[in-house]
């Protein structure tokens, strides 16, 4: 078993996934990243701490799969960033089941199904999950125009409550990284008037949560941080 400490990064071929799987590769950590294709580029691919794993995250039978693996070649997961997502605009009038279920698939599914998972493993020995929510799932004037993704986004902040409404017992602590608007190319195409000095870099959110997983943050309860930059 691996003497490291072993973070799993979820949508590890994301913008955000890159960048966080290679801040804690730099920090020293071993790094299960997934991915949803095997035809997924990573510029860390071969790193000798970071092994790709292919899985759809939606499938509860695939997670537990990943969490054996896991657990057989690594022994446990120490920290978690659960990146996968997804977005869609759409008003109220506009929103239609589809786009409800797509969203509540992305956003809230994938996370909640490792969440479980890790919940179980991480319980022998604490641990630390970190998931992504939304600024419009905070701000109803913001939801109004991404209501499917709002509404989706919103469940992750009561599942870290619940998650640490037992973390004096179970040692499992779960912080929220709220961004802004993150500095991406398809971020920047569909939005080329903004100012993109005030987004949020993903590297910039890497280091936040990089922090979250050092034992600097080991104080830390309850915790959402609101990366909202200048926007």
């Excluded at 905070?138 to 125009?145: I, K, T, V």
Aim: glycine residues 6%; charged residues 20%; contains cysteine.
């Amino acid at each position: 078993m691996s003497q490291k400490k072993i973070a799993l990064v979820t949508g590890s071929s994301g913008f955000l996934g890159k960048s966080v799987a290679n801040r804690l590769l730099g920090e020293g950590f071993t790094v299960v990243g997934t991915v949803r294709t095997p035809n997924d580029t990573l510029d860390f691919e071969g790193h000798p701490s970071f092994e790709r794993y292919t899985i759809d995250v939606s499938n509860e039978s695939e997670i537990s799969r990943l969490m054996d693996y896991i657990s057989q070649n690594y022994g446990q997961v120490d920290f978690a960033a659960l990146l996968v997502g997804g977005f869609v605009m759409g008003t109220l009038a506009e929103t239609s089941q589809k786009d409800l279920e797509k969203m509540y698939r992305l956003n809230f599914l994938t996370a909640y199904l490792c969440c479980q998972k890790l919940y179980a493993q991480m319980s022998d020995q604490g641990g630390h999950i970190v998931l992504v929510g939304a600024r419009p799932a905070l701000d109803p004037s913001a939801a109004a125009a991404m209501v499917s993704y709002s509404l989706s986004k919103s469940l992750l902040f009561q599942l870290e409550e619940i998650i640490n409404a037992k973390s004096t017992e179970t040692g499992v602590r779960c912080s929220v990284i709220v961004p802004s608007v993150l500095d991406t190319p398809p971020n920047r195409e569909s939005m080329p008037d903004a100012n993109f000095n005030d987004w949020v870099t993903p590297e910039q959110v890497a280091e936040t949560i990089s922090f979250l997983a050092s034992t600097d943050s080991a104080p830390l309860r309850q915790t959402v941080l609101k990366l909202y930059g200048n926007a």
